[in-house]
């Protein structure tokens, strides 16, 4: 019988990657811009987490036979300019306007970027291809001389097809998080896929950009403290635990058991509304913060996440097809001796807190925090951000009409030691209800981190005794 909890390895390799070529794609049709013409980025869009290339990669193996195989550069690249048509604001480009504001502009001759290479590895000599691997960075195409966060003047798609010697492939992507949020890259990428499966362009829903519904108010009228994006200083040792040691990736494949077990336990006082979510990030954080043995205890830390508010408008309707950011931070703050020495449904009180507090109005005073304020810089403070992925359907979305990918997903957690990943485990989700859980931690605290994972805290055990009796 599996544990509930299970470490999951992958080998440190170096993948040999020959690039053939590296080919413009442009919309297959006329679009409705022309030279010089911008196009509006939200407040949402624009703010500083979003000023990234988000990076995924998908694994697909040969079927074995070749006789009625689709060429895959030419089915993806035909596809991909059927569908930079409607989804025409990737062939654009970001520039900063005025006070730094990110727009899309269009210029001659922009369009996406698709790269064709190959490996002399076959598929099977990478290890495990269920858990994300820093080795795979070489499938995802990025430039010689690129700068880290550059997103001005870059193609907002960039997709890497690599063969290799099996007869299997892997298309790396780099998304431009300023376009679409994760909801909104599982609508393009199912148009892709669907697209590429039927032959001719499939859009369904049909994209909307409709940005301007989240321009900010006049005047710009803040109502929150917003603590999500504030500089704190939290006075612990984290940062210098975090920074001044060796990193590593590491990842967890987490059974549907064990996340029953700790809704459960977070439910111990009456409060059936947790949500599992609820109580795996309170569980992550705490377990996180005994591992790394954060002193002194008073210190005040932070939990971020974000909230898909699309099912929070009230006011306001976003159009069915809508692909851009509609997403809020929520933010949960302790002291460090609250979550070493609280029970689990203490702790998840205040993640489920943090995530109902997100509304139509902390929305609204988001944008327009972000209008006055503009941050320039991610602020660490004390922080842990946790992403989940895990009600993604980027397995489904994924199929080309080479089946499902056998992994579909992110690499790398190295450059961000102060973010959590929760990820669908692909085929084996839909039967099990597995979930993987990726996080880059110092060498140092990694075993105490498993330790802390792995077990349910006694004193959560102890009140559950307490309230059957």
């Known amino acids: 019988m599996a544990p509930f909890v299970q470490e999951l390895h992958f080998p440190h390799l170096d993948i040999p990657i020959t690039v053939d070529g590296i080919f413009p794609v442009m919309p297959a049709a006329p679009i409705p811009v022309s030279p010089g013409d911008s196009l509006y980025l939200s407040n949402l869009d ?29 089915t993806l690249q035909d596809a991909l300019a059927s569908v930079l048509v409607p ?4 062939s654009g480009r970001l520039r900063e306007t005025q006070k730094g504001k990110l727009e899309v502009f269009f210029g001659p001759e922009q369009g996406v970027l698709m790269v064709e290479a190959h490996s002399d590895m076959a598929l099977a000599n990478l290890g495990n291809l269920t858990v994300p691997n820093p080795a795979w960075a070489p499938l995802v195409y990025r430039f010689p001389d690129e700068g880290p966060y550059k997103v001005i003047d870059m193609p907002l798609l960039i997709a890497q097809v690599t063969r290799f010697s099996c007869g299997g492939f892997s298309l790396g992507l780099r998304t431009c998080h300023c376009l679409c949020d994760g909801i909104g890259a599982m609508q393009f990428l199912a148009a892709w896929s ?20 989240f321009r900010p108010r006049n005047p710009p009228t803040v109502k929150y403290p917003h603590l999500e994006f504030m500089r704190i200083e939290e006075g612990s040792c984290l940062e210098m635990t975090l920074w001044q040691n060796k990193l590593v990736q590491k990842c967890y494949r987490i059974s549907r058991d064990f996340q029953a077990q700790m809704k459960n336990l977070a439910q111990t006082q009456g ?3 947790f949500t599992t979510f609820d109580a795996m990030a ?6 996180w913060v005994k591992a790394l043995n954060v002193k002194p205890l008073d210190s005040n830390l932070r939990l971020t996440f974000s909230v898909n508010t699309r099912p929070k408008l ?47 109005e902390y929305l609204r005073s988001t944008i327009d925090y972000l209008e006055l304020e503009r941050p320039r810089r991610l602020e660490f403070g004390g922080k842990l951000t946790i992403t989940q992925w895990t009600r993604f359907s980027i397995y489904e ?29 692909g085929e084996a989700a839909n039967s099990t209800g597995t979930m993987l859980l990726c996080i880059c931690l110092p060498e140092v605290a990694a075993d105490e981190f498993r330790e802390f994972l792995s077990l349910m805290d006694s004193s959560d055990l102890t009140e559950i005794v307490n309230e059957a009796s």
């Open 46 to 74: 624009d703010m500083i987490g979003t000023r990234v290339f988000t990076p995924t990669v998908y694994f697909y193996r040969s079927n074995g036979s070749t006789s009625d195989q689709k060429p895959v550069m030419k």
């Open 87 to 90: 989804y025409y604001p990737f």
């Open 194 to 213: 669907s697209t590429a499966k039927a032959g001719i362009l499939v859009t369904s829903p049909n994209p909307a950009w409709g940005r301007e519904i």
């Open 271 to 273: 409060n059936s509304n």
């Open 282 to 287: 309170a569980h992550v954080w705490r377990s």
């Open 314 to 360: 009230k006011k306001v309707t976003l159009e069915d097809g809508f692909y851009g950011n509609a997403l809020c931070v929520a933010c949960a703050t302790s002291r460090v001796s609250e979550l070493v020495n609280g029970h689990l449904s203490k702790i998840a009180t205040l993640v489920h807190g943090a995530r109902l507090g997100i509304s139509e």
């Open 397 to 425: 979305s994924a199929d080309f009409g080479w089946g499902r990918p056998v992994y579909a997903g992110p690499i790398d957690l190295i450059p961000t030691p102060q973010v959590c990943m929760f990820l669908p485990e």
